[in-house]
């Protein structure tokens, strides 16, 4: 982790990408902030970059150009099961990933099954699970190991209603104190739970401070 001052937990600075395919950047120069307890909205029509931010905040994707300074823990994007191994078990996923963060495997993997109900399936390679089964396992580590930041790609994508009400209670209730940031096209958890966001159009990104703002003009822009 990067020193930063005691309020910033993340410093983006001149980020860009571009993906090898492709010459024409998915956005350029993206310069925000986020406090230790902010609530950061990433909007944009689809295509415009939200899930691509997300997983190069996460480490997942490499940046082409600036730079990302975390001052505090940060989960991997929730509901990305990417970092599975597939040919191991949930289980053994699960205890891996504890040696890795340096978490008691007991506590981690009951915490876990608990949370993501997978029963007898963590004991099935996770080659073999839906990508519901494997987002709930991703969901179920990220909560379970604890982080000061957590990365929210479409939480609606993770689950049925009920788990999904499962997933905000343990989000933004019971962990109301962490930081996130959020890519969502769903308005009403932008609007409850944000309290700025990052628009992404064209390349090009805006902070707003003002959430029911940034929500009006993401609203004119998906109806464009």
Not at 85 to 91: D, I, P, T
Not at 105 to 132: C, M, N, Q, T, W
Request: aromatic share 10%; net charge neutral; glycine share 8%.
């Amino acid at each position: 982790m990067t020193e930063l001052s005691e309020e910033v937990g993340l410093r983006v600075k001149n980020l860009s990408k571009t993906y090898p395919t492709s010459h024409r950047p998915v956005f350029k120069d993206l310069n925000f902030t986020l406090n230790r307890s902010g609530r950061l909205a990433i909007l944009g029509r689809n295509g415009q970059g939200k899930s691509t931010l997300i997983k190069m905040l996460g480490g997942v994707l490499p940046i082409s150009d600036g730079r990302i300074d975390w001052g505090m823990t940060a989960s991997w994007p929730i509901g990305f099961g990417g970092a599975f191994q597939g040919s191991l078990s949930g289980l053994d996923n699960i205890k891996f990933l504890s040696r890795l963060y340096n978490r008691p495997i007991e506590d981690v993997l009951a915490r876990v099954d608990d949370f993501a109900e997978l029963g007898r399936s963590l004991r099935l390679p996770v080659k073999h699970y839906s990508s519901g089964m494997r987002a709930r396992l991703a969901f179920g580590l990220s909560l379970a190991i604890e982080f000061d930041c957590y990365l929210i790609d479409e939480l609606m994508a993770v689950g049925d209603a009920r788990f999904m009400q499962k997933c905000q209670e343990e989000l933004f209730t019971h962990r109301g104190d962490r930081a996130f940031l959020m890519a969502s096209h769903e308005i009403h958890l932008i609007a409850q739970y944000c309290d700025r966001a990052l628009i992404i159009e064209s390349g090009k990104a805006k902070i707003f401070d003002d959430i029911h703002e940034a929500v009006e003009i993401y609203t004119w822009l998906r109806a464009a």
